[in-house]
T-cell receptor, first 118, second 111 residues
Framework: DTGVSQDPRHKITKRGQNVTFRCDPISEHNRLYWYRQTLGQGPEFLTYFQNEAQLEKSRLLSDRFSAERPKGSFSTLEIQRTEQGDSAMYLC????????????????FGEGSWLTVV | GDSVTQMEGPVTLSEEAFLTINCTYTATGYPSLFWYVQYPGEGLQLLLKATKADDKGSNKGFEATYRKETTSFHLEKGSVQVSDSAVYFCALRGTASKLTFGTGTRLQVTL
């Protein structure tokens, strides 16, 4: 499978614990994005990387959240001291920049990592 | 900032009915427009896209035309199937690199 891969798919954790999600983008995609989606809502942008550089962070990304992409390939999203409000699906996506496809700029999503904080 | 407004759901249709899901947007510059589909418990799949005004994106019988004059990108399908039941998200990608999504429209197709 050459799509965007996320792990774990589901995580249940107790409030106050730390959790980490991993994302493996499509091979050769240099841009990697993290989004959060709560029930009944559209995905909300959290942050994105170009290679290993984190280029933009949303205000949604509080100090308890940290994302890394140390070698410009896979990425991790860590949430420290989880709260019940962190319960959501965390989506990873990737794309190739600059655009090389004829139609350009398609962002491909993984299947998401569900987080439940109890 | 960029924003996307979709018609609220759920939309319930009988199989073979005509589907329209409205989407309008606000953005600076000339955004690219997308429709993504999400099946229960899954991530997002790109359904179709259009990168400039008057482009028509199409896939699996779905179509949407980029209308700059009305800032719209309505999704249509002539004859829906039960398997089309899902949540549909309209999105734009403007001068920033990220996608901005609407809140989604749930479609339920019944026999």
């Amino acid at each position: 499978d050459t799509g965007v891969s996320q792990d774990p798919r589901h995580k249940i954790t107790k409030r106050g614990q730390n959790v980490t999600f991993r994302c493996d983008p499509i091979s050769e995609h240099n841009r990697l994005y993290w989004y959060r989606q709560t029930l009944g809502q559209g995905p909300e942008f959290l942050t994105y990387f170009q290679n290993e550089a984190q280029l933009e962070k949303s205000r949604l990304l509080s100090d308890r959240f940290s994302a890394e992409r140390p070698k410009g390939s896979f990425s991790t999203l860590e949430i420290q001291r989880t709260e019940q409000g962190d319960s959501a699906m965390y989506l990873c996506a990737s794309s190739l920049w600059p655009r090389r496809e004829k139609a350009g700029n398609t962002i491909y999503f993984g299947e998401g990592s569900w987080l439940t904080v109890v | 900032g960029d924003s996307v407004t979709q018609m609220e759901g759920p939309v319930t249709l009988s199989e073979e009915a005509f589907l329209t899901i409205n989407c309008t947007y606000t953005a600076t510059g000339y955004p690219s427009l997308f429709w993504y589909v999400q099946y229960p418990g899954e991530g997002l799949q790109l359904l179709l896209k259009a990168t400039k005004a008057d482009d028509k994106g199409s896939n699996k019988g779905f179509e949407a035309t980029y209308r700059k004059e009305t800032t719209s990108f309505h999704l249509e399908k002539g004859s829906v199937q039960v398997s089309d039941s899902a949540v549909y998200f309209c999105a734009l990608r403007g001068t920033a690199s990220k996608l901005t999504f609407g809140t989604g429209t749930r479609l339920q197709v019944t026999l």
